[in-house]
């Protein structure tokens, strides 16, 4: 989740190079920020590090670092006017006669630094009234170098147009990922199923794959802290979702609607022989999503391969060769907190580092594991220390998770989009979880008295029968 930083560039501790300041008493009598990056700090002594001079500009990983994790002390708008007046009053951009030897070296330094924070946070200045702080500084250097408000014009352009494409979203689930509940099997005629839209498992990867990056791309790295890092340590610990991340929410359910979809298509058709081809088919789509490094839909694929109404269709495994499902599972299983999926990843990781091509350097995590992982790092840690100093150790860490998913997402998909296929897998109707059991239960009758039970149950409220 910037021009292009790397996981490494990201967090390196010791890449922090103090400003030219002197620490206060209490920073003195607390940790001082020498030799790298601090592992405490007070919130004011952390924004003065965020502010150039003309001698001085902080390294990329405490920029990213700071910007992720200050809004959870202060909000971005006032971060920004603070820093506007920082800059204004320490290089005395209020005078009427400016030092324009000291200005020409100290402008391409804040230019660089609104550039990095617009580009890898645009969603920071949505409100006109940052907008203004940005023409503001800038317009108080323009004097001395009539470049300064060029360069604004472009970064401002380069601003609206990745908000514009953010306010226009991925292609929305337009309200198919809300599960519906068939009364009968709906007659072939008017139901399409996924093997009739695309039957190479191959290219289904592909547009998996497609559909993965497309959500990804816009997701913003501040929402993993706004969603998952509560500000009142009294509220509750639970992630809270909100209209500040939006994007992650809709991730999160295109990977549910993705494990429904699957489900949904193993349980539709009516003999076994096709539902075991259905499975066939899905185990060899995970086995390519593994190749690929699409880690997210192949846990999708075989968590609704997983799910009870599925996993009760004995007769229908039976006929199904089962021994590249079990490879793919193992790969996946969440024993030793999912060891054998993480030693997968670092290699993904490793390949696309060293990468030669855009297919090498896919890496798509099983995300709902990285949000537990962020979860149980803020758990694990207090964001202030009995000093009341910014944990900044923490946040290191928070932001060393957070900048390798900003370098996945960036990677521009090198497959083609096949939009009949991606439509589908947007739009198709899923069964719900009852409905689920329902086609289970019609395809391959209930087995012992519970099953019986609920059958019944299910019947009774979904076809209206006694």
């Excluded at 021009?3 to 620490?23: C, K």
């Excluded at 409100?127 to 004097?143: C, N, Q």
């Excluded at 580092?353 to 798509?364: D, F, G, N, P, Y």
């Excluded at 860490?397 to 897998?425: M, N, R």
Aim: aromatic content about 10%.
């Amino acid at each position: 989740m910037p021009q292009t930083l790397s996981a490494s560039d990201m967090v390196t501790p010791g890449s922090l190079s103090p400003p030219p300041t002197e620490p206060t008493d209490v920073e003195q009598a607390g940790q001082p920020l020498l030799d790298g990056a601090p592992s405490s700090a007070s919130l004011e002594t952390l924004i003065q590090h965020l502010v150039p001079t003309a001698d001085y500009y902080p390294e990329k990983a405490y920029i990213f670092t700071f910007l992720l994790s200050s809004r959870l002390f202060i909000e971005p708008r006032e971060l920004l006017a603070r820093v506007c007046h920082l800059c204004i009053e320490q290089q005395q951009l209020d005078k009427p006669v400016l030092d324009k030897a000291r200005v020409r070296k100290f402008g391409p330094k804040l230019l660089q630094l609104l550039a990095e924070w617009t580009e890898t946070f645009p969603r920071d200045f949505q409100e006109e009234s940052t907008i203004g702080h940005l023409k503001d500084v800038v317009g108080r250097i323009a004097p001395c170098d009539e470049a300064y408000r060029k360069s604004m014009h472009q970064l401002l352009q380069a601003l609206h147009q990745k908000l514009a494409a953010l306010r226009q979203g991925p292609e929305g689930l337009l309200g198919a990922d809300k599960p519906i509940s068939y009364r009968t099997k709906p007659p072939a005629s008017i139901h399409r199923e996924l093997l009739g839209v695309c039957s190479d498992p191959y290219t289904l990867a592909q547009q998996l794959t497609h559909v993965e990056l497309e959500r990804l791309r816009h997701i913003g790295p501040e929402e993993f802290v706004q969603a998952f890092v509560n500000k009142d340590p009294l509220a509750s610990t639970k992630p809270c979702f909100n209209d500040k991340t939006s994007n992650l929410e809709a991730y999160v359910k295109w990977f549910n609607r993705l494990c429904y979809l699957v489900a949904t298509e193993i349980c539709m058709p009516a003999k076994k022989k096709q539902r075991a081809q259905v499975i066939e088919f899905f185990i060899d789509v995970a086995r390519e999503c593994f190749n690929i490094g699409n880690f997210n839909s192949l846990m999708a694929i075989i968590s609704g391969m997983n799910m009870s109404p599925v996993s009760r269709l004995k007769k229908t495994w039976a006929k199904v060769k089962t021994a590249k499902f079990f490879i793919l599972e193992h790969q996946m299983d969440p024993t030793g907190n999912f060891c054998n999926y993480r030693t997968a990843l670092r290699g993904a990781a490793h390949r696309s580092l060293t990468a030669h091509s855009s297919r090498e350097k896919i890496v798509i995590p099983f995300f709902s594991l990285l949000i537990k992982d962020i979860y149980f790092l803020n758990e694990g840690c207090a964001n202030r220390l009995p000093n009341g100093h910014v944990n900044f150790e923490k946040f290191l860490e928070l932001a060393k998770q957070v900048g390798e998913f900003i370098t996945w997402k960036q990677v521009e998909c090198p497959f083609e989009q096949d939009h009949s296929i991606t439509h589908y897998l947007y739009t198709a109707p899923i069964f719900s979880e009852d409905g689920l059991y329902l086609a289970s239960y019609e395809s391959e009758s209930p087995e012992n008295q519970t099953e019986k039970e609920r059958w019944k149950s299910l019947r009774s409220s979904i076809l209206g029968k006694t």
